[in-house]
């Protein structure tokens, strides 16, 4: 049961390819894709890179602002040792790309998960 004085909040998808690789997204609460894994080859890979995104997730220190080949901002959240846990999609303005890491920073504690795998 949903209580309408609180917000809805963030939550993460894994789902498994066509091909058999696995990988995670995080949703805002309004089911927004707000950052998407790499692949990987099992499902406890997934589950490890979305425990990361928790522990990383809120440093905007780990947030990386970059620019497309085709001129358009978006970002990579990396882990503490460089390696790149997601990616955001691509924005219209760098006030955009800069909400969409706000989102990641406020989203990304979540302990809730969707096993989209078994579906």
Known sequence: MSNSKNPMKGYYEVSKSAAGSYHFTLHAGNHEIILTSEAYEDKAGAEQGIDSVRRNGHLDSRFQRKISTLGEPYFVLKAQNG??????????????????????ITNSPSIIVKDLCEA
Do not use: K, L, W
């Not at 219209?92 to 706000?102: K, P, Y």
């Open 83 to 104: 390696e790149i846990i997601g990616t955001g999609e691509t924005y219209g303005s760098e006030a955009a790309r800069d909400n969409g890491i706000h989102s990641v």
